[in-house]
DNA sequence: ATGTGACTCAAAGTCCGTG
DNA sequence: ACACGGACTTTGAGTCACA
């Protein structure tokens, strides 16, 4: 599952993952609930949360979306 | 290259081109340069500007580095 | 300097499960 | 409720030739 990523992406997945993760508990949410209302697998959620994948434009989006923030809140 | 995408992720991707090729023109640089810069290949960097990519975290926080500016400038 | 189609292939993303 | 894996399918990454 792991690519070979620079420490330096790493930290940058794992940050995205992290504030992710952030805003849904402030939503008092599941990852399987997040999972449900974007359209995503809850197991890839997860992943992304551990800052283990590299989640595409779109799919930024529909998390936004679904955590009804501005997708920018995601990038801080 | 036209993946099914529904007419709104058509205008997210558009959006955040249009976004992207603002913030590469105040800066003078043509789209050969902010590859260059970045890393990414030019004729991929014209298809993300003009929404026919859907970019992923890392390349787009690639953009950012490289333009000087926070990622959440680009969602905007 | 940019738009575009076609291409390869690695990775995005799904779906099944386990502890 | 979440981490993690295996086996899959689809799409993004990256490149090229040409307009």
Redesign the interface.
């Known amino acids: 599952m792991e690519t070979t990523?620079t420490p330096e992406?790493k930290t940058?997945?794992q940050k995205?993952g992290r504030r992710l993760a952030l805003l849904r508990k402030e939503r008092g949410w599941s990852q399987e609930r997040l999972a449900l209302e974007s359209g995503l697998a809850r197991s890839y959620l997860g992943g992304v949360e551990r800052g283990q994948r590299?989640?595409?434009?779109?799919n930024?989006?529909r998390l936004a979306r679904s955590l009804e923030c501005?997708?920018?809140?995601l990038?801080?």
């Open positions: 990523l992406q940058d997945l995205f590299n989640i595409a434009l779109l930024i989006l501005e997708p920018n809140e990038f801080s």
